[in-house]
């Protein structure tokens, strides 16, 4: 049975409302907790690219990643759960592991579920709630992994798109 209902969250999934790019984080994190996302990666056999500035390189240790130079490119981890949904893994503090997913692939019941999927796996693996903020509203999330339901809830009032 799926966590979420698309006709109950589809409000929440319109990039005209959201913005397009809405960030998802897994707050009170550690280096040790951006590890196991990484070793999680490659034990579910998810393709992924990792990249620094515009180089493409093996996937590197958390702690390397996260200790890297304050003006050394940009690193991003590139994850593909499945061939149509990607997650932008960045790596921006130790305190918090951080992505972001377009919304325009996420519409319909099948893409909610394999959202919902991730989110689950990372929170389940992490034991901590995984959160989703709209585009630019850090702090409001609206849908979410709540660790202690084992479950992906609704966080805020769904409103009519």
Do not use: N
């Amino acid at each position: 049975m799926a966590d979420l209902l698309w006709d109950d969250v589809s409000c929440f999934f319109d990039p005209d409302l959201m913005g397009s790019l809405p960030d998802v984080r897994v707050p009170g994190a550690s280096v040790d907790d951006w590890q196991t996302v990484l070793d999680l990666v490659v034990e579910r056999g998810w393709r992924c690219r990792f990249t620094e500035g515009e180089r493409v390189l093996p996937v590197p240790r958390a702690e390397a990643v996260l200790s890297r130079q304050a003006d050394a490119e940009y690193p991003e981890l590139r994850v593909w759960p499945t061939a149509d949904v990607l997650a932008i893994f960045r790596f921006g503090a130790d305190d918090e592991v951080d992505f972001d997913v377009d919304l325009r692939e996420l519409q319909g019941q099948e893409r909610l579920d394999v959202f919902c999927e991730l989110l689950r796996v990372i929170g389940r693996r992490l034991g901590k709630p995984v959160l989703t903020d709209p585009e630019g509203a850090y702090g409001h999330p609206v849908i979410g992994f709540d660790a202690e339901a084992d479950r992906v809830v609704v966080l805020a009032e769904p409103w009519i798109s």
